[in-house]
């Protein structure tokens, strides 16, 4: 049986569908995938993201461990509460996972990684800090709630404790209140899902009522499903479907992320991104938009003028009303169209530029 | 809990089958179903003229979270798929009894739906299916 967060019985009340993710009970949808889906895109949603884990990393090293343990680099963040996104990397440029981390304060730092990779991720976290005076420490006593869409920071405003509600006005995007509060509160201006909204991390007992209390003002509870679909129209890479230990960052479409300057920062796995980097990846991660019929799945053959790859995230769009996905392609293919097997058919694909989905707004040609 | 109308023939697949009293059937998923798969974003019903066996992948039903074949409950020539639901998928959410069809079969056995579940034997299958 799996773990509960500590909003399950509110999800149960909610008429969630629950399922098992990554040994955790999960709602997958509480009615329509899809209107819970454009709830987002157009007004609010809540999505319970307890199950994410976070880590508090203190202590006078803290900042040089990260520049050693993440990909991108850490010296990004200068101004508290200040966000980034990374990749953690095995030595051979594998990613081992993908992470938010937050510079809270100074020598203390708050990172978020997913469920389904904590065990391996804290084991590693742990390996590699014994070099450093760093302190690694689970909250697994915390929830996380994700409030997401335009109308998302209202409503989220307004409930928060008048101390914590200016700090979270205030803030821009891609940035926390750079303290966790006497309550345990910590408020970011982050998400998965291409819109406007807060990523709020609390104590679990305080999680229900701060749940009820949106879900009074209007806002709608999101499953795993729309979760999904939302992250891949924003053009969000997925762990473990878009890219895992056998592939590096070059590989996934995560160039963005690799701090490569300065040039002597020997973060792990470095050797080998540089080598890909000089002498290509081989792959490459791209965006598709189906041209012909039928649903883009994940591990649909793709077919280039190069030789194949496969689709590793593929859905329905709603917003678009087609169906889109990531997939992994030759490097040295070229041109704008492949072709994918769908149920034993040839279907014409083009690829796009990345995000599908911005605030709201359809970015590529449909 | 879900519809289930006492008029029509039902399988293990969870489609159900009207016979039409003229030799000829109509074919979709159940209510049930369709509750499981959750939204429809797609459908292929077959084209008329082919030839079913019974039990053979006849139509996919694809929602936003997973494609799912559509057997055949018995065996037949299609004499029309619903080109509706191209444009409509949703129908075989919000009607899966009416305007969801998904194909129309000229049976090869007037006794071919004899083996299927009625109404009350279904309900007791999804019961047990639950649990």
Known sequence: MGQHTPLYDAHVRMGGKMVDFAGWVMPINYSSQLEEHRAVRQSAGMFDVSHMCVVDLTGEQTRAFLRKLLANNIDRLQAPGKALYSCMLNERGGVIDDLIVYFVQQNFFRMVVNAGTRDKDLAWLKKQAAAFDVNVRERAELAMIAVQGPAAREHVLELLEPNLRDGAAALEP??????????????????????????????????????????????????????????LEAGMNLYGSDMTEEITPLQAGLGWTIGWEPADRDFIGRAVLDQQRAAGAGSKLVALVLEGKGVLRNHQEIITSAGNGEVTSGSFSPTLGRSIALARIPAAAKGETCEVDIRGRREPARIVKLPFVRHGEIKVSI | MSNIPADLKYTKSHEWVKLNGDGTATVGITDHAQDQLGDMVYVEAPDAGRSLKAGEACA????????????????????????????????????????????????????????????????????????
């Open chain 2, 60 to 131: 996919v039903v694809e929602s936003v979270k997973a494609a799912s074949d559509v057997y055949a409950p018995v065996a037949g020539d299609v004499i029309e798929g619903n080109a509706g639901l191209a444009d409509a998928p949703e129908s075989v959410n919000n009607d899966p009894y009416g305007s969801g069809w998904l194909l129309k079969i000229k049976l090869a056995d007037a006794a071919a739906a004899d083996g299927l579940m009625d109404a009350t034997a279904y309900e007791a299958f999804v019961a047990s299916e639950d649990h």
């Open chain 1, 174 to 231: 891609f940035f926390a209140v750079p303290n966790v509060d006497e309550h345990d509160w910590f408020v970011a201006r982050t998400g998965y899902t291409g819109e406007d909204g807060f990523e709020i991390i609390l104590p679990g007992r305080d999680a229900e009522t701060f749940w009820n209390a949106l879900a009074e003002r209007g806002v709608r509870p999101i499953g795993l499903g729309a979760r999904d679909t939302l992250r």
